[in-house]
């Protein structure tokens, strides 16, 4: 088995497993609308997914990685990974980015941060 089908296979293991308790990051202010909510497993699985891909950026000066937060320029956003959005389809229409080790989902119109995900 090739490292691509390994890694689905257990992204898909780990998302059919946690459909358990659900976890919200909670807002940064009221005006940031609804946060993303996610599973602990689903997390854990967009976090694997994304920090294995994707470039860890720095954090530009003025810029704190939260909830509500606007995503400068600066920082580049991709669409959501086709596997992850099959695996967890309330992601769909989310970009992803990585900022000092944290994967961010952002609306992408706003550029507004919808969820925060670390490793755990």
Avoid at 10 to 23: P, Q, S
Avoid at 76 to 91: D, F, G, K, Q, S
């Amino acid at each position: 088995m090739t490292f691509l089908p390994r890694v689905c296979a257990i992204m898909l293991a780990v998302a059919l497993t946690g459909t358990g308790t659900m976890a919200q990051t909670p807002a940064a202010d009221s005006a940031a609308g609804p946060a993303l909510v996610l599973s602990a497993a689903q997390r854990q699985t967009i976090f694997q997914s994304v920090s294995a891909t994707q470039k860890n950026n720095p954090a530009p000066p003025g810029f704190r990685v939260a909830v509500g937060a606007v995503v400068p320029d600066g920082i580049a956003l991709e669409p959501m990974p086709t596997t992850l959005v099959t695996l967890i389809p309330e992601t769909a229409h989310h970009d992803v980015a990585m900022v000092e080790k944290q994967v961010m989902l952002v609306e992408p119109r706003s550029r507004r941060v919808v969820a925060v995900v670390v490793a755990q």
